[in-house]
């Protein structure tokens, strides 16, 4: 049904997706916790931070994630030196550069959650012997699931089609980093190429639709648990 | 016992108490809303980090304002219950009920067993499901059982009743009142309805603007005219206590407070159980001689202590019935002059035996 060039735009464009959600989960639940829960100095300016993937253009992200995490980067060089990691121009990098500019969406998710969270469950958590991290994740973090789940589907869903940022830091490999936008797009600028964009672009269509339904069902799911 | 003395300024408001609760026993907080109970709970729970004032369970000193000494919330083994039952949603009844229980160290001996919980508050067709599933009535007999099974040296009740509708709160009451007699733990009952206190509690504080008013057992708070801005008019009376000596021919019980023998209408009456009546100053009639042929039950030889003006054109007569049990008669200004009542006098007070309502508190059997 689909060709060899499809079909690895495909795989690949669900692996970078996937693999840019786990590597944002974590993070993000922190800076969400942070961002509710907690008051420092520079707390506005850290929020702003957070958010810049928001507003700046994709090709703006790839390219500062160049600058640090390219092999002459000051983090990318100390990866590749210590550990033999290199993240530009691979597929490790396409989804480092997915997952910067999903975070903002999850953390936002995390947060609205978090913020309707009960604190006087947790009152009660203490009360009842339950330490600081004990209560987040016996209570704050099965409260908080459906947000995290929603943040996920969403930075899943929009990671598949991450393009500025993947193609300025990761560059467009087929096989290593040509997902379906970028296989798309490679497609558009060749000759009689129309009939495969096409179809990657209903490939593409009804991926995001799949992804839809999906997170809808799991939020029914959560939210009968939880009850609501 | 507890013993707690507390200060805490929270922008305008002001709280400085100071009172102690004992071992077995239930002492109701009571006051209007906002005079503080629910703040004084926080604190006392550790939830809430008070300005100065100590907070002594027995002989551990869990707050010390002094010494910078406070004992995390999680520590304190308070069994609190809130206003809103508080469960875990995402917990099953079972789950909720384990909760404390799980985290407690394995030193700590459990005296109170997860079944004694569930036959005590009649838990055991709810607990596979979720709170969401439970009604009001349910959820806090099971948020009752959670705190029981964290083993508490005291209990905390904060309004438990007040979101409850009053079908709820008399299915409730009787758990409320079974859990006071099964163990011999402490209970502070906040509440703002004195219908509960006087159901529950046999000693009284009484709150207002943050501080205490009045202090002591029920009977003595009872004809404390503080106590009368707090409840309403309407429900001014005394609150007697005796036990009961017989179970009359007519299945009433006959309940011997101070010199006299009241007569009242209790279901399942046990002779020698102990009974709380609250006798209302508007159902006392007042005679100088003794009536023939009246329905009315009791007919008590009592002596006038004071006579005070109470609200419109009535008096409060404070009737002496003996072995310092006294009772609150409010009768017309007018009636007064008639009887020529004055203090010392003789007379009887007369008393419905159906306005009379007896609560029985049993023997504690641990």
Not at chain 1, 127 to 140: K, M
Not at chain 2, 19 to 27: L, Q, W, Y
Not at chain 2, 257 to 272: F, I, K, N, S
Request: glycine letters at 8%.
């Amino acid at each position: 049904m689909l060709s060899n060039v499809e079909s690895e735009a495909l795989w690949l464009s669900l692996s970078i997706a996937a693999r840019s959600v786990l590597l944002n989960l974590p993070f993000a639940v922190l800076v969400a916790w942070l961002l509710t829960r907690t008051r420092f100095a520079g707390r506005t300016l850290f929020d702003a931070f957070v958010h810049l993937p928001l507003v700046l253009p994709p090709v703006v992200v790839g390219y500062l994630l160049l600058v640090l995490f390219g092999i002459r980067g000051p983090i990318g060089g100390w990866l590749h030196d210590r550990f033999g990691i290199q993240l530009a121009f691979t597929s490790a990098g396409a989804a480092l550069a997915t997952a910067v500019m999903s975070f903002p969406l999850v953390v936002r998710s995390i947060r609205i959650s978090l913020e309707n969270v009960d604190r006087g469950l947790e009152d009660a958590a203490r009360t009842l012997g339950a330490g600081p991290v004990d209560r987040f994740f016996s209570i704050t973090l099965p409260l908080i699931a459906p947000g995290i789940l929603a943040g996920a589907v969403t930075a899943f869903a929009a990671g598949l089609g991450e393009f500025g940022a993947v193609i300025t830091f990761a560059s467009n490999i087929p096989g290593e980093t040509r997902t379906l936008p970028l296989a798309l797009y490679t497609a558009l600028q060749t000759p009689d190429g129309d009939p495969v964009a096409a179809r990657l672009a209903i490939i593409s269509l009804s991926l995001g639709f799949a992804g839809l339904l999906v997170a809808e069902f799991l939020n029914r799911l959560m939210r009968r648990r939880l009850g609501r | 016992m507890l013993r707690v003395e507390l200060q805490k300024r929270r922008g305008e408001f002001a709280l400085d108490v100071a009172f102690s609760a004992p071992t077995p026993g239930v002492t109701a907080l009571l006051g209007r809303s906002g005079c503080g109970k629910s703040t004084l709970i926080s604190l006392i729970a550790g939830l809430l980090l008070p300005d100065a004032g100590r907070v002594v369970v027995d002989d551990d000193v869990l707050y010390d304002g002094a010494r910078h000494l406070s004992v995390d919330a999680r520590h304190r083994r308070m069994g609190v219950v809130f206003q809103d039952a508080r469960l875990f949603p995402h917990l099953a009844v079972r789950a909720n009920l384990e909760y404390g229980a799980r985290r407690l160290a394995a030193a700590v001996s459990k005296p109170i067993g997860f079944d004694d919980v569930v036959g005590l508050l009649g838990l055991g067709g709810l607990l596979e499901r979720r709170p969401h599933q439970l009604s009001g009535g349910e959820k806090q007999r099971v948020a009752l059982g959670r705190a029981l099974r964290a083993q508490p040296r005291l209990m905390l009740l904060d309004e438990p009743l007040a979101s409850l509708d009053l079908a709820r709160r008399e299915e409730v009451l009787p758990y409320l009142e079974r859990l006071r007699d099964a163990f011999a733990i402490p209970i502070v009952y906040v509440s703002h309805q004195f219908d509960e206190v006087l159901r529950l509690a046999t000693r009284v504080v009484l709150l207002d603007s943050g501080r205490v008013v009045a202090d002591g057992d029920i009977a003595t708070v009872s004809r404390d005219t503080r106590l009368r801005e707090i409840v309403g008019p309407d429900s001014v009376g005394a609150v007697v206590a005796g036990h009961v000596e017989h179970i009359d021919a007519a299945g009433l019980a006959v309940v011997r407070v101070g010199d006299a023998e009241l007569t009242v209408e209790l279901d399942d009456a046990v002779v020698g159980q102990r009974i709380q009546i609250q006798v209302l100053a508007r159902d006392v009639i007042v005679a100088t001689e003794l009536p023939r042929a009246i329905s009315v039950r009791n007919r008590v030889a009592a002596r006038v202590v004071s006579i005070a003006p109470d609200v419109g054109r009535s008096v409060l007569v404070e009737l002496d019935i003996g072995r310092t049990s006294t009772l609150l008669a409010r009768i017309t200004a007018r009636a007064s002059q008639e009887l020529e009542l004055a203090s010392d006098k003789q007379v009887w007070a007369l008393i419905k035996a159906v306005s009379l309502r007896g609560h029985a508190f049993s023997v504690p059997t641990r």
